[in-house]
């Protein structure tokens, strides 16, 4: 089993929806998560940071963490075609080393 | 502006060479992290290093090579022993140890064998 888990996808979703992106993970030690955004032949750019549970809202980005079902997840509202990139989580704990999910596809559609 | 810089964004590189990917930057940070990205295979952790003139092997060390004399700069090299290299290359960095320890990439670099 990896560390962490996530789908890659592809999601499609028509331009408006709110889309649910997901992580699940199995090391407890893991209290820094965050999201990524990687555009096509491009680096990753970092949208959200959290530390331990609870969540946390930026614009249309809303990141939540539950660290007692070890699990993450990243609300985007009203999705817009320039939304659609790869999504990849990433954790960190006691190593101080980011262990990142395989990324998440998303597609949406005018 | 402060970030991370990787050059070249496309190298090719023959049968039996060694070619060297460059990462700089002028974050401060403490930490310097290499990672190959395959599609489907997410970022898999080559070499990071935490601290000036030490470094330590990830997941997938074989075949690659870093050096760490400077804070800024964390230079890979992919030897001839990478037998599968074409691939796309992504340096991070990050503070360690700190509250706000978040990673932050470079634009990568796609190396192709040739």
């Known amino acids: 089993q990896k560390e962490v888990e996530q789908d890659p996808g592809p999601l499609s979703v028509p331009e408006g929806a709110i889309v649910s992106l997901n992580c699940t993970y199995s090391?407890?030690?893991?209290?820094?998560f965050m999201w990524y955004r990687q555009y096509s032949r491009k680096g990753p750019e970092l949208l959200m940071y959290t530390y331990s549970s609870g969540n946390k809202e930026d614009g249309r980005f809303t990141a939540q963490v539950d660290k007692s079902s070890k699990y993450i997840s990243l609300f985007i509202r009203d999705s817009q075609p320039s939304d659609s990139a790869t999504y990849l989580c990433a954790m960190i704990g006691g190593s101080y080393i980011p262990t990142f999910g395989r990324g998440t596809s998303l597609i949406v559609h005018p | 502006d402060g970030g991370i810089t990787q050059s070249p964004k496309y190298l090719f590189r023959k049968e039996g060479q060694n070619v060297t990917l460059s990462c700089e930057q002028n974050l401060n940070h403490d930490a310097m992290y290499w990672y190959r990205q395959d599609p489907g295979q997410g970022l898999r952790l080559i070499y990071y290093s935490q601290i000036v003139n030490d470094f330590q092997k990830g997941d997938i060390a074989e075949g690659y090579s870093v050096s760490r004399e400077k804070k800024e700069s964390f230079p890979l090299t992919v030897t001839s022993a990478q037998k599968n290299p074409t691939a796309f290359y992504l340096c991070?960095?990050?503070?360690?140890?700190?509250?706000?320890?978040?990673?932050?990439f470079g634009q990568g670099t796609r190396l192709t064998v040739v």
């Open positions: 991070a960095s990050s503070i360690v140890p700190a509250t706000n320890t978040e990673a932050f």
């Open positions: 090391n407890s030690a893991f209290q820094y």
